[in-house]
Nanobody, 126 residues
Framework: QVQLVEPGGGLVQAGGSLRLSCAAS????????MAWFRHAPGKEREFVGA????????QYKDSVKGRFSMSRDNAKNTVNLQMNSLKYEDTAVYYC???????????????????WGQGTQVTVSS
């Protein structure tokens, strides 16, 4: 059993920055790859980024490359998403997820994630 809690979120002006955090408990955090997904009204849930168990490998959605970055601290059982240069189109509910995959290129598939956070709203104003 893994529980994921997502403090953070909020209202940010376009061009601003926001840092999301996800705290894990219940099992060894370092046993799982971690990812962020987002879901906006009227759109399908989409992959944002992922990081391997060791933190050595990452994968990002093309539209957030260079603006978003993930980090993890296995000692603190946390994973973060630093979001810079935010755009109105980034508005969504953001979810962290824990899972396992064979190769970072498979991290975009939501079926590989067994544990999900409750979601946190990110709203970017124009």
């Amino acid at each position: 059993q893994v529980q994921l809690v997502e403090p953070g979120g909020g209202l940010v002006q376009a061009g601003g920055s926001l840092r999301l955090s996800c705290a894990a408990s219940g099992r060894t955090f370092s046993s799982y790859g971690m990812a962020w997904f987002r879901h906006a009204p009227g759109k399908e849930r989409e992959f944002v980024g992922a990081m391997s168990r060791s933190g050595a490998n990452t994968q990002y959605k093309d539209s957030v490359k260079g603006r978003f970055s993930m980090s993890r601290d296995n000692a603190k059982n946390t994973v973060n998403l630093q979001m810079n240069s935010l755009k109105y189109e980034d508005t969504a509910v953001y979810y962290c997820a824990a899972g396992r995959w064979m190769g970072i290129t498979l991290a975009t598939m939501d079926e590989n994630y067994a544990y999900w956070g409750q979601g946190t709203q990110v709203t970017v104003s124009s």
